[in-house]
């Protein structure tokens, strides 16, 4: 039975079995034919179904027993002519062996290539029964510590040279490769913005992180660890012989129609390497300041910001932040026909039309600072740098904007008047700081909740006013909280949006600045003369439905505000 039909029955078989919805089954249906992945494993990955009512589903299709990870022998035997990584790619357990014939447990009875390769190498008949994935691959990885066939894999009994050139091969077979594009696949999908790679004692862990959170998607075979990190680093042009040192390096690939650029790092840990890439999707990417969501009254200062001459403009806030999208969102809102643009970055993450980007490289001593110097040469009218991450740097911006250049970067600090601090602690004098720092972007990523299933409800008055949300709701208007469904995966949100603050430098703020006042003061002073702080701005998100008090309270406890 071909592939296609055969999956249409086994969903079908689960809907009949009253496993899976029906709508259930269209909309992995069509996620399916959109990633060109198996029905089955998109079913699983939604979390539609468990690998558990797969297994009794097919074992009902095809005629054949089920068997429970409990029923498999304690002693396992070898499949003549069968390869251990045959059988770890395709799902097999061998159960017993007689002779002229062999019994044995898969994940898809219905997969006539694997069926007739077994019984070509074994020339043996063969007895099936059906066992959930993951039961066979655990039970596989016992046998094999048990066995001690990964010796190899550890530098034993192998030379290293045959071991790389081992790996080579099993990375470029095509049931790797197709694992690998699989699940770089899976991204468009997802929405992931990061895949992570993880090795432990019962295989790679493969998980991705969806809206800032972590999700693991499956556990690949130990035997196919580090084959597929050794496929993903001849992508990314890294030295697959090399597995003691951290590397980095970056792949670009066409996934459906959309071209995706992958960041890959990988370190090495005590059962292999962990690899993480970093996706950046440049046609997912909203480069215009429109459709950031910034609050008109926020986008309108921070428009008049980018319009001035000189001076500088920083944006803060932690990691994955969005800081970055926010810079380019600003320049992208600049008119590069007319001005020089030019940025300095570690790494550049998407290519802008009209801007000279450049690409920060320690190791050859092109460090922020020293690219900086060399911009300022290039007559620029516009320069971006990626991150102030030193006192030099800092020093730099600060001589750049005193001489007519605007200045766009960012700071990791929790609010926007730590910002001014950071510079301070940096070695920038206040005085310098007043003379060029035109305002502070403070930013945070929450959740958005999922517009399909998301549940009004009225709150208590009393909470309402415990939480500060009587300041924007309505009395008797409502508010929403996550319930789960399958276009969300059950977690109740889809996407993410940012809150804000801006610090505008005014006369008063540069006062008190001069004047030696602390963060503490500056963000007093700011919320007097009219800032709006991250937490209440998050308010306004969650008095309009679109998130949640307690996304706001997680992206904002950090912030002087909260």
Same mark, same amino acid.
């Given at each position: 039975?071909?592939?296609?039909?055969?999956?249409? %029955?086994?969903?079908?078989?689960?809907?009949?079995?009253?496993?899976l919805?029906?709508?259930?089954?269209?909309?992995?249906?069509?996620? *399916?034919a +959109?990633?060109?992945?198996?029905?089955?494993?998109?079913l699983?990955?939604?979390?539609?179904?468990?690998?558990?009512?797969?297994?009794q589903a097919r074992?009902?299709l095809h005629?054949? #027993?089920?068997?429970r990870?409990?029923?498999?022998?304690? *002693?396992?035997?070898e499949?003549?002519g069968?390869?251990?990584?045959?059988?770890?790619?395709?799902h097999?357990?061998?159960?017993?062996?007689?002779?002229?014939?062999?019994?044995?447990?898969?994940?898809d009875?219905?997969?006539?290539?694997?069926?007739?390769?077994?019984?070509? $190498?074994?020339?043996l008949?063969?007895?099936?029964?059906?066992?959930?994935a %993951?039961?066979?691959?655990?039970?596989?990885?016992?046998?094999?510590?048990a066995?001690?066939?990964d010796?190899?894999?550890?530098g034993?009994?192998?030379? =290293?040279?045959?071991f790389?050139?081992?790996?080579?091969?099993?990375?470029?077979?095509a049931p790797v490769?197709? @694992?690998?594009? &699989?699940?770089?696949g899976?991204?468009?999908?997802?929405?992931?913005?990061?895949?992570?790679? +993880?090795?432990?004692e019962?295989?790679?862990?493969?998980?991705?992180?969806?809206d800032?959170?972590?999700?693991? $998607?499956?556990v690949?075979?130990?035997?196919?660890?580090?084959?597929?990190a050794?496929?993903?680093?001849?992508?990314a042009?890294?030295d697959?012989?090399? !597995?003691?040192l951290?590397?980095?390096?970056?792949?670009?690939?066409?996934?459906?129609?959309?071209?995706?650029?992958?960041?890959?790092?990988?370190?090495? *840990?005590?059962?292999?390497?962990?690899?993480?890439?970093?996706?950046?999707?440049r /046609?997912?990417?909203?480069?215009?300041?429109?459709?950031m969501?910034? #609050?008109?009254?926020t986008?309108a200062?921070?428009?008049?910001?980018l319009?001035?001459?000189?001076g500088?403009?920083?944006?803060t806030?932690? &990691?994955?932040?969005?800081? &970055? /999208?926010?810079?380019y969102?600003?320049?992208?809102?600049?008119?590069?026909?007319t001005q020089?643009?030019v940025?300095?970055e570690?790494?550049?993450?998407?290519?802008?039309?009209?801007?000279?980007?450049?690409?920060v490289h320690?190791q050859i001593?092109l460090?922020?600072a020293?690219?900086?110097?060399?911009?300022?040469?290039?007559?620029p009218?516009?320069? @971006?740098?990626?991150?102030m991450?030193?006192g030099? =740097?800092?020093?730099?911006?600060?001589?750049?904007?005193? =001489?007519?250049?605007?200045?766009?970067? /960012?700071?990791?600090?929790?609010?926007?008047a730590?910002?001014?601090?950071?510079?301070?602690? @940096?070695?920038?004098?206040?005085?310098?700081?007043t003379?060029t720092?035109n305002?502070?972007? %403070?930013? !945070?990523?929450v959740?958005?909740?999922?517009?399909?299933?998301?549940?009004? +409800?009225?709150?208590?008055?009393a909470?309402?006013?415990?939480?500060?949300?009587?300041?924007?709701?309505?009395?008797?208007?409502?508010?929403?909280?996550?319930?789960?469904?399958?276009?969300?995966?059950?977690?109740?949100?889809r996407?993410r949006l940012g809150?804000?603050?801006?610090?505008?430098?005014?006369d008063a703020l540069?006062?008190?600045?001069g004047?030696?006042?602390?963060?503490?003061?500056?963000?007093?002073?700011?919320?007097?003369?009219?800032?709006?702080?991250?937490?209440?701005?998050?308010?306004?998100?969650?008095?309009?439905?679109?998130? =949640?008090?307690e996304?706001?309270?997680r992206?904002?406890?950090?912030?002087?505000? $909260?």
């Amino acid at each position: 039975m071909p592939a296609a039909s055969a999956d249409t %029955a086994l969903g079908d078989a689960l809907v009949a079995a009253g496993k899976l919805a029906p709508r259930d089954l269209e909309r992995a249906q069509a996620a *399916s034919a +959109e990633l060109g992945n198996r029905l089955p494993d998109v079913l699983v990955q939604l979390g539609l179904v468990s690998e558990g009512d797969l297994a009794q589903a097919r074992a009902q299709l095809h005629g054949v #027993p089920l068997l429970r990870a409990d029923e498999f022998p304690s *002693s396992l035997p070898e499949l003549p002519g069968v390869q251990p990584g045959f059988l770890a790619l395709h799902h097999v357990l061998p159960l017993a062996v007689d002779e002229g014939s062999a019994s044995v447990a898969v994940a898809d009875p219905g997969d006539a290539f694997v069926l007739k390769a077994l019984r070509l $190498a074994s020339g043996l008949r063969l007895n099936i029964s059906v066992a959930a994935a %993951a039961d066979i691959d655990k039970a596989l990885a016992e046998r094999a510590d048990a066995s001690g066939e990964d010796a190899a894999a550890e530098g034993g009994d192998v030379d =290293t040279g045959e071991f790389v050139e081992h790996l080579r091969d099993l990375a470029s077979e095509a049931p790797v490769i197709r @694992m690998v594009n &699989t699940l770089i696949g899976r991204v468009i999908e997802l929405r992931a913005s990061d895949i992570h790679l +993880e090795p432990f004692e019962d295989g790679l862990h493969l998980r991705y992180r969806v809206d800032g959170a972590l999700d693991t $998607a499956e556990v690949i075979a130990p035997r196919l660890g580090a084959a597929v990190a050794s496929r993903i680093k001849l992508l990314a042009h890294l030295d697959i012989a090399e !597995r003691r040192l951290p590397q980095d390096g970056r792949i670009r690939t066409r996934v459906k129609g959309r071209e995706l650029d992958l960041r890959v790092s990988t370190v090495p *840990s005590v059962h292999g390497e962990s690899v993480v890439m970093r996706v950046l999707d440049r /046609t997912a990417v909203r480069l215009s300041l429109q459709d950031m969501g910034i #609050p008109a009254d926020t986008l309108a200062l921070f428009a008049d910001m980018l319009a001035r001459p000189h001076g500088i403009l920083l944006v803060t806030g932690p &990691t994955g932040a969005g800081k &970055t /999208t926010t810079l380019y969102a600003g320049l992208s809102a600049l008119d590069a026909g007319t001005q020089k643009i030019v940025t300095v970055e570690d790494p550049v993450e998407y290519q802008l039309p009209g801007i000279v980007q450049i690409q920060v490289h320690a190791q050859i001593g092109l460090t922020f600072a020293s690219a900086l110097r060399s911009i300022l040469r290039q007559d620029p009218d516009v320069v @971006m740098i990626g991150e102030m991450r030193d006192g030099e =740097t800092a020093q730099i911006a600060v001589q750049a904007a005193l =001489t007519g250049h605007l200045v766009l970067s /960012t700071l990791h600090t929790n609010d926007a008047a730590s910002a001014v601090i950071r510079l301070v602690d @940096m070695g920038v004098e206040r005085f310098l700081i007043t003379s060029t720092v035109n305002g502070v972007v %403070a930013q !945070r990523l929450v959740r958005t909740l999922c517009s399909q299933c998301k549940t009004a +409800e009225v709150p208590d008055p009393a909470w309402l006013q415990r939480t500060g949300l009587h300041r924007h709701l309505a009395p008797g208007a409502p508010i929403y909280q996550p319930r789960g469904c399958a276009a969300c995966r059950g977690t109740g949100y889809r996407g993410r949006l940012g809150i804000y603050e801006l610090l505008v430098i005014d006369d008063a703020l540069r006062r008190a600045i001069g004047e030696g006042a602390d963060a503490g003061a500056l963000q007093a002073l700011a919320l007097q003369r009219g800032m709006r702080p991250l937490h209440d701005d998050g308010l306004r998100r969650v008095a309009a439905g679109l998130t =949640t008090l307690e996304e706001v309270l997680r992206a904002t406890q950090d912030a002087g505000d $909260a």
